[in-house]
C-alpha cells in the first residue's frame, strides 16, 4: 500500500543486504541519498551501521516483553488538544494529517505524559536518541515531540518510497530492521502495530471528527456456536448473550 505523500524530500532506493552499512548524504540541490555501497559522494557518511539491533523509533531494541506505557491522562479532550501542532508538523513535512494522528493514537493514546518501560517519551513515543537525531530539544514538550515524530515519518517515507506499510513499521522497529529483512520484520509487535495504525489511518481519513475517530469501535459480541439436537435441523451461529 502506497502513501499519497507530495515528497519533500526524494531518494533513489537500492536493495539492502543484511549487515551492511548504510550511507546516506546530500547533494548540492538538498536531495538526501541512501545506499549501502561505500560512496566517494562528497559530506557522504555512515548513517547505519550493518549489524545493528533492530531498533524502535528512539533506538532501542525491539525485545520481548516490554511492558507498554501507562496512560495517564483520560480526560477525552486530549483527543482534540493537541490539533494545531499536528496541522503544522503534517503540513511542514508532508505527512498526511491522518497518519500523524493515528501513529499518535497507538503510540501513546494521546497522552504527553506516557512513558513507556524503553524509554520512549511523550505522544509520539519518541526515544532519546532518535528525538536528538530529529533535532528534537525537550522532548517532554507536546509541540517539539510531534514535530520530532513527524519528521521521522518524512525521513521514513522517503527512505521506503512512500510505502505506508515500511513506513510505519520502520517507525515502530527501526529503519535498520525494515532493512534487514527487505520488508515489515517478523515481529509479532511490529506486525500488530501495522495493523492498528493503518486501521486509524483509515479511520481519520474517513471521519472527519477527530474525536470520534480517536475512539475505538466497539468490539463486535462474542461468537457462539449452538448445536441443536439432530432432529432439530442444522446448526446455526448467534451471538452471545442472545
Known amino acids: 500500500m502506497l502513501l499519497a505523500l507530495s515528497a519533500v524530500l526524494a531518494i533513489g532506493l537500492v536493495p539492502f543486504s543484511a549487515g551492511a552499512d548504510i550511507y546516506h548524504w546530500k547533494d548540492a540541490e538538498g536531495v538526501d541519498h541512501f545506499t549501502n555501497r561505500p560512496t566517494a559522494s562528497p559530506g557522504a557518511k555512515v548513517y547505519l551501521k550493518g549489524g545493528s539491533a533492530p531498533t524502535s523509533a528512539g533506538g532501542s531494541a525491539v525485545r520481548p516483553g516490554v511492558t507498554p506505557f501507562a496512560p495517564q491522562d483520560r480526560d477525552p479532550g486530549r483527543y482534540t488538544r493537541f490539533d494545531e501542532y499536528i496541522r503544522q508538523a503534517a503540513a511542514l513535512y508532508q505527512i498526511p494529517e491522518a497518519l500523524v494522528r493515528a501513529v499518535i493514537k497507538v503510540e501513546s493514546d494521546y497522552d504527553p505524559r506516557a512513558v513507556s518501560s524503553a524509554g520512549a517519551r511523550g505522544l509520539m513515543q519518541l526515544m532519546p536518541e532518535t528525538a536528538a537525531r530529529m533535532q528534537v530539544k ?5 509541540r517539539e515531540n510531534i514535530f520530532g515524530g513527524v519528521r521521522y515519518l518524512r525521513v521514513l517515507a522517503n ?20 532493512m ?9 509487535q511490529t506486525r500488530d502495530y501495522v495493523v492498528k495504525v493503518t486501521k486509524f489511518y483509515r479511520r481519520y481519513r474517513t471521519i472527519a ?32 448473550p442472545p
Open 159 to 178: 527512505m521506503f518510497n512512500g510505502d505506508l506499510d515500511l513506513s510505519v513499521a520502520g517507525y515502530n522497529a527501526g529503519e535498520g530492521a525494515v
Open 209 to 240: 471528527d477527530p474525536l470520534e475517530a480517536s475512539l475505538a469501535p466497539p468490539e463486535p459480541p462474542p461468537l457462539t456456536l449452538v448445536v441443536p439436537a439432530a432432529a432439530a435441523g442444522p446448526a446455526t451461529i448467534v451471538t452471545s
Open 180 to 188: 534487514q529483512y527487505g520488508g515489515i520484520p517478523p515481529y509479532v
Open 138 to 142: 525537550d522532548i517532554n514538550d507536546p
